[in-house]
């Protein structure tokens, strides 16, 4: 006599969960057709020309004649003796550094006077956002002019104090020409940094102040003991924008000296044309921005390692 095992009846899934299912299955179909555009466009504009730059670091090419020839890490090891592009990184870190400490104290004075409740604040706010608003290559017209050692204002200006000799621009010197655009970029780019302050002053909780009058704190107090502590994610992400964006800035130092007079105010940016425009050799050149944008990547990995630490201790 043999038995028979019989399997039990398989559980009909709810037609409710079923439509769910083929909704969830849809949406998420139609969110890969979404960002499929977006997806293309990252690795034609980004991904493709950063392995294009990284694949042309390993070979020798002239832009003249056309000629590539494979060299290996001969482009890379080039980068070790060459003296000017040693001291050329040395002023990019002087511009980085010099341009954010400008750029955000000056920043954060002009957020702290904008968040006043004054008469007329309202222009004072649209005058103080002009020179970001100000096309870079009018900006940089505007203070070429005004600079010039012949008619400029600035210029004259600075001849009658003895600043700079008669008939020279602060511009044409070496000792000063990397300063003066510093002082330019300082000037352009603290209204960014006065918009995110102001932002960050508005979610400031009030009572935080109150208190602090109570318990016969000062305004110095005051903005020691709140206004900073409070700041502190705005000034993160200020110095996380703003130095990339000063890192990689080419086109105010290019309009206003070419990173002259002698390579006095070149920064990686500009170096990098000049060999490519200059000497034709888009390998060398590919290789300085290689090795740039790894060394700004490990920054940026760092950075936010040591983030994620020191929130989890």
């Not at 398989?10 to 997806?39: D, H, K, N, Y």
């Not at 511009?171 to 000037?187: D, H, P």
């Not at 002698?262 to 590919?286: C, H, Q, W």
């Amino acid at each position: 006599m043999t038995t028979t095992s019989t399997a039990p009846p398989a559980r009909a899934v709810p037609r409710g969960q079923q439509r769910r299912g083929s909704i969830r299955a849809r949406e998420r179909r139609l969110g890969i057709m979404f960002a499929l555009p977006a997806t293309l466009l990252f690795l034609a504009v980004l991904a493709y020309p950063i392995f294009e730059n990284i694949r042309t670091t390993f070979f020798s090419v002239d832009l003249l004649t056309g000629r590539t020839e494979y060299v290996g890490l001969a482009n890379l090891r080039e980068l070790a003796s060459d003296e000017t592009l040693r001291s050329t990184v040395g002023r990019t870190l002087l511009w980085t550094v010099a341009c954010l400490a400008g750029q955000l104290a000056l920043g954060l004075l002009a957020a702290i006077l904008i968040d006043q409740s004054w008469k007329g604040m309202r222009w004072i706010r649209q005058l103080l956002l002009l020179p970001y608003v100000v096309p870079v290559i009018a900006s940089a017209l505007i203070w070429t002019w005004m600079l010039d050692g012949s008619y400029g204002i600035l210029g004259s200006g600075l001849q009658s104090l003895g600043v700079v000799p008669d008939g020279t621009s602060p511009l044409g010197m070496e000792s000063a020409s990397l300063w003066t655009v510093i002082v330019i970029n300082v000037w352009r780019g603290f209204p960014f940094a006065m918009l995110v302050f102001w932002a960050a002053l508005q979610g400031i909780d009030q009572q935080q102040y109150e208190a602090a009058k109570v318990d016969g704190a000062g305004p110095l107090r005051e903005f020691w003991s709140i206004t900073l502590p409070n700041l502190r994610g705005a000034v993160i992400a200020l110095v996380a924008l703003r130095g990339i964006w000063t890192l990689m800035y080419f086109e105010l130092i290019w309009l206003t000296t070419r990173g002259g007079p002698v390579n006095s105010s070149d920064i990686v940016p500009t170096y990098i044309y000049k060999i490519v425009m200059g000497e034709f050799r888009l390998g060398y050149a590919a290789a300085i921005a290689t090795v740039t944008g790894l060394t700004l990547f490990a920054l940026a990995a760092v950075v936010m390692v040591a983030r994620k630490v020191r929130r989890a201790a």
